[in-house]
């Protein structure tokens, strides 16, 4: 089950549109009322230009138009009232005030141009997320599976995390990565592995052959015209039987997962020797191992990118992860990554993600 909790804006409601517009109108009243009492020496029509200047922020350039309008009108009959429409003074006023209504109305033009813009390029990755990243399985086998995805760059909803499960003969595979960078530069690399892992999870043997075959499918696309140094990706390749309590772990430079055992208590899968990001093999030799760790009925999975770690409040202090997933161990994954997702926003009090975040709950069932 894929919950694609993705960070959309959300839409303004009527009342909060009623309520922005009430205060162009209430501005015009305002400084007609106290411009036409005032002394003959004080002149507060110029004030009016920030009635659709303020209007050009929210509205588009229709309404905008209108409350230019509209302050173009109260502005005459302030000059009617006070003197006349051919007063030299009022005369100035009322023209400048068209000058600025007629440029603020072009602005909330190309500002709704944009607007539009933005939508498009957001449906596009949205669509775009979705190829790439297909909705897991809520149930594969005797294991019950859940997803979550947050995007750093929300205009654009995408970014380089990425996961997938397969189902072999007698086990799941999964893997859960992380490209270096962010946004749509790096959804080709997630691509690139996520294809590779669909192609080849199926028919190789074990996990270190299966690590070998991503690793030879993204290096020379990697290494095309950018430093090695540069990009890589980072993976936990998993596989897990049908008809044994354990899992088997490949750690190629991620964050170790955390199973979540029954009781509370929560176990890091630390390796003692991961193999290299994929797409550094040629510039770090070592040996790709394979590690198993125990994984019983009730126990469930927590994988996640570094994204979730590097979450951070406003005081700087970092997202604590295996506390928090302590606290609600036992639950089922689709509610935990509820909780957890919730909390973690919370965590970082409506600021922006420093990085794409992603995380897979894994139970294992009767």
């Known amino acids: 089950m894929d919950l694609r909790l993705l960070r959309t804006p959300r839409p303004r409601s009527r009342q909060e ?6 205060v162009p109108f209430a501005l015009i009243a305002l400084v007609t009322v106290v411009d036409v009492l005032a002394p003959p020496e004080v002149h507060l029509g110029p004030f009016l230009v920030a009635a659709p200047a303020v209007t050009a922020s929210f509205a588009g350039p229709r309404m905008t138009g209108f409350v230019g309008l509209v302050a173009v009108l109260a502005q005459s009959v302030v000059a009617a009232t006070r003197t006349t429409l051919t007063d030299l003074n009022h005369t100035f006023q009322i023209g400048a005030l068209v000058v600025i ?14 607007e539009k813009e933005l939508l498009q390029l957001r449906s596009v990755a949205e669509t775009a997320q979705q190829v790439v990243l297909r909705p897991l399985r809520g149930r594969m086998g005797p294991l019950s599976a859940a997803s979550v995805y947050l995007a750093a760059v929300a205009e654009a909803q995408i970014g380089g995390d990425l996961y997938a499960a397969a189902r072999t003969g007698r086990s799941s595979r999964l893997i859960v ?3 270096r960078g962010k946004g749509l530069e790096a959804v080709g690399d997630a691509a690139l592995v996520l294809g590779a892992f669909r ?3 199926h028919r190789e043997a074990g996990l270190p052959g299966l690590v070998d075959y991503l690793e030879g499918a993204v290096s020379p696309d990697l290494d095309d015209g950018v430093d090695r140094d540069e990009s890589f990706i980072t993976a936990a ?3 897990i039987p049908d008809d044994e309590p354990v899992l088997h772990l490949v750690s190629c430079g991620h964050p170790p997962p955390l199973v979540l055992r029954r009781g509370g208590r929560v176990d890091p899968l630390d390796v003692a020797h991961p193999a ?15 590690h198993t760790f125990a994984f019983a009925q009730g126990d469930v999975l927590l994988l996640y990118t570094d994204g979730v770690l590097e979450a951070r409040d406003r005081s700087g202090v970092f997202y604590p992860l295996a506390e928090r997933a302590a606290a609600w161990s036992g639950l089922h994954p689709r509610v935990l990554l509820e909780r957890l997702c919730e909390d973690l926003l919370a965590h970082v009090s ?12 894994v139970e294992r069932l009767g």
């Open 17 to 22: 549109r009623h309520a922005q517009l009430a």
């Open 237 to 239: 390749v998993l596989d």
């Open 177 to 179: 990565g992380d490209v």
């Open 276 to 290: 290299p990001p994929l797409g550094l093999a040629g510039l770090l030799e070592s040996s790709v191992t394979a």
């Open 101 to 114: 209504s007629v440029f603020v109305t072009f602005f909330a033009h190309l500002r709704e141009v944009h």
């Open 350 to 361: 409506g600021s922006t993600l420093g990085d794409d975040a992603a995380m897979v709950a």
């Open 199 to 201: 192609a080849a999870a």
